[in-house]
C-alpha cells in the first residue's frame, strides 16, 4: 500500500515554492514516495507539483485535488501534461468538483448538474491523454482540436486521473472514466458506500476495481496535551467542512458529528491503528494531511507513513 502526504506550503513564507520543496524533500528522505497538493485560489498545484517532481527525484507528486470549475480541460491538460513531463512520468492529476457556495462567490458561475459536467471534463481529458486528440461537443464542454496546434505532448507519459467523488453520481462516473476516487470519508464509509460503488460502476463498463484513497487528517503527539492542542488545531481549520453539503452527508453516513471527528490524533501506535481501519475497509492507498505546521510534527507524519506503507506492503 501507497501511504502518501498532503504537504501544506507556508503561505507566509518569502519563496513559497522553496518551502513547499523543502517539504517534499524532508518527505522523501524521512521515506515518504508519495506528496500531494491542494489547490487554492493563492497557488497553482499543478505547477508546484511539477517542480517539486523535478527538483526531487524519485517522488511521486499529484495534486488533491484541483476543482474542474472554471478552467477548461484542455487548459488543464495542457498544464498535467507539462507536470508530468517534469516530474518524469510520477505526476497524479486528482480532481474535484469544488464547493459550490464558494465557486459562486469566487467565480460567478453555477456549479449546477455536477456529474454531467465532471463526465463531460473526464471524456475531454482522457481523450488528450490516451488517443492525442479530441472532438468532443457536450451539453456545458466543447472540445475540439484545431489541428493548427498539439492538444497532446507526446513525450509526456499518461498520468493517472484521479477524482474526489463523494457522491453516488460522481462515484459512477468515475467508476466508470477515472482511475480512482480521493474522497474525504471515514472508514465505515469507504467500506459500506464509496468502495461497493465505484467498483460496480468499474466493473460493468469492464474496466479495473479502481483505486480508492483514503485521505486522513493525522497528528502523532507524544501526551495528552499535545492531543489536546492538535483537536483545537483541527476544530479550528476543519469545522468549516461541517456547512458544506456532501461532508455533511459524510458525516451522517459515518455516524459523526464533525468531519474532526475523523481525525487521528495519538501516539503513532495509535495512529497506526485508526490507519488500519481504513486498509480493512477497502482503501488501497492513504494519504495522511498533517493537522500541525512545525517542522518536527511534520517529521513524524511523514515517518508514520513512511513505516506504514512498508509494514502493509
Do not use: C
Request: proline content about 6%.
Amino acid at each position: 500500500m501507497a501511504t502518501g502526504v498532503l504537504l501544506t506550503p507556508n503561505r507566509s513564507a518569502q519563496h513559497v515554492v522553496d518551502d513547499a520543496v523543502a517539504q517534499a524533500a524532508l518527505a522523501y528522505e524521512a521515506g515518504v514516495r508519495q506528496v500531494w497538493l491542494g489547490q487554492q485560489l493563492d497557488l497553482d498545484a499543478i505547477a508546484v507539483a511539477g517542480m517539486i517532481g523535478a527538483m526531487v527525484p524519485g517522488l511521486g507528486v499529484g495534486t488533491s485535488v484541483v476543482p474542474i470549475n472554471p478552467r477548461h480541460p484542455l487548459i488543464l491538460a495542457a498544464a498535467a501534461q507539462t507536470a508530468q513531463s517534469a516530474a518524469h512520468g510520477r505526476f497524479s492529476l486528482g480532481l474535484g468538483l469544488g464547493v459550490a457556495v464558494l465557486e459562486g462567490l469566487a467565480f460567478g458561475i453555477s456549479t449546477s448538474q455536477a456529474a454531467q459536467r465532471l463526465r463531460e471534463y473526464l471524456t475531454v481529458l482522457r481523450a488528450v491523454r490516451d488517443i492525442g486528440t479530441v472532438e468532443f461537443r457536450g451539453t456545458h464542454i466543447t472540445a475540439v482540436d484545431p489541428h493548427v496546434m498539439p492538444v497532446a505532448l507526446p513525450s509526456a507519459a499518461p498520468y493517472p486521473l484521479y477524482v474526489a467523488a463523494m457522491g453516488p453520481q460522481t462515484l459512477q462516473v468515475t467508476g466508470e472514466l477515472a482511475d480512482g476516487t480521493l474522497p474525504y470519508a471515514g472508514p465505515r464509509t469507504l467500506e459500506e458506500f464509496v468502495v461497493p460503488t465505484i467498483g460496480k460502476a468499474a466493473a460493468d463498463v469492464g474496466r479495473p476495481a479502481p483505486r480508492v484513497f483514503g485521505l486522513v487528517s493525522v497528528a502523532v503527539t507524544d501526551g495528552s496535551e499535545g492531543a489536546d492542542a492538535a483537536r483545537a488545531v483541527a476544530v479550528e481549520t476543519m469545522a468549516i467542512y461541517d456547512q458544506v453539503p456532501s461532508y455533511q452527508r459524510v458525516n451522517a453516513r459515518e455516524g459523526v458529528d464533525s468531519v474532526v471527528d475523523l481525525a487521528l490524533i495519538g501516539t503513532a501506535e495509535d495512529v497506526a491503528r485508526g490507519l488500519a481501519r481504513y486498509v480493512d475497509a477497502g482503501a488501497t492507498d492513504l494519504v495522511l494531511m498533517p493537522l500541525l505546521s512545525g517542522h518536527e510534527e511534520r517529521r513524524r507524519v511523514y515517518e508514520l507513513a513512511a513505516g506504514f506503507s512498508a509494514i502493509t506492503s
